[in-house]
């Protein structure tokens, strides 16, 4: 009996523990589920902002491709309208300066100065001409096209008026080598003669002197040549010989201006 009365608090006791597990475990299990409906619910927040946050950076992206577009657009329109001016300026320069030559032409302006604009003319041309981005990978680069007769003349008259006559003769000489019927041809001959009378060099400037006059008989540079001929042979005491060639412009160039001077030489000095 006092085993049994003994016993029932033991027995109260191990039920009382029973139950009190099994309430603890419906609450850790309620937990457990709360962590997982609030876990569930983080991440599809955190999906959500992510797909939000990828929706704008797309938009972004879109917006700045739509913007990157519009620039080059806009580039490609101002590097086209800029190419458009800068071949109407150049064209206007070349009209220009093609109206300042017939001009000065036509007012008697130096011969220098005429051919300083027909030089610059045939730069402005070859510039013209060149394209800007070259296809052709067979020319080197910095290839750029050679200087035309009045470029060549102009660096000879340089070349020429700084004294230095072996650089101006091979100026003049590439002249007449590559443009051997341009109109400038019979000043080039004239100018190595020039040369080689400068340098002291008679002989040769009195055979080149003779070399214009009849390869190029009807230019304005012949009748000065045989001018040339006859002072260099009056000065060295060949006065008989000098009157032939004075002679001879006057006859076959009476209105040039060697004309009026051989004349002066020919007629008799008038008495006191």
Same mark, same amino acid.
Request: include cysteine; glycine fraction near 6%.
């Given at each position: ?73 806009? #580039? ?13 300026? +150049? ?11 017939? #001009?000065?032409?036509?007012?008697? $302006? ?7 604009? /027909? ?45 230095? *006559? ?5 100026? =003049?000489? $590439? ?20 040369? *080689? ?31 040339? /001929? ?16 004075? +002679?001879?412009?006057?006859?076959? =160039? ?19």
């Amino acid at each position: 009996m006092i085993r049994r009365v003994l016993l029932a608090p033991a027995v109260i006791l191990t039920a009382g523990a029973c139950f009190a597990t099994r309430n603890d475990m419906r609450v850790v299990q309620a937990d457990l589920q709360v962590i997982r409906q609030e876990a569930a619910t983080a991440r599809t927040i955190s999906e959500q902002r992510e797909v939000a946050n990828q929706a704008r950076t797309d938009s972004v992206l879109a917006s700045l491709a739509r913007t990157m577009a519009m620039v080059s657009d806009t #580039v490609r329109t101002l590097q086209a309208t800029t190419m458009r001016l800068r071949g109407d300026v +150049r064209e206007d320069l070349v009209s220009i300066r093609q109206q300042l030559i017939t #001009v000065e032409q036509f007012v008697g $302006a130096s011969s220098q100065r005429i051919q300083e604009l /027909r030089a610059q003319l045939e730069a402005d041309a070859a510039d013209r001409s060149a394209p800007t981005v070259s296809s052709d990978t067979t020319k080197p680069p910095g290839s750029a096209a050679p200087p035309g007769p009045a470029q060549l003349y102009q660096m000879a008259e340089e070349q020429r008026r700084g004294g230095r *006559w072996g650089s101006a003769r091979s100026a =003049y000489g $590439a002249l007449l080598q590559q443009h051997p019927t341009h109109d400038l041809a019979p000043d080039a001959l004239y100018g190595i003669a020039q040369a *080689w009378e400068n340098e002291g060099n008679g002989v040769a400037a009195d055979s080149v002197y003779k070399l214009v006059v009849t390869r190029f008989p009807q230019s304005e540079r012949a009748p000065t040549a045989l001018y040339k /001929r006859a002072t260099a042979l009056r000065v060295t005491g060949h006065a008989e010989e000098a009157k032939v060639i004075y +002679r001879e412009i006057i006859a076959k =160039y009476p209105r040039s201006e060697a004309a009026v001077l051989s004349e002066g030489f020919l007629s008799p000095p008038r008495k006191p």
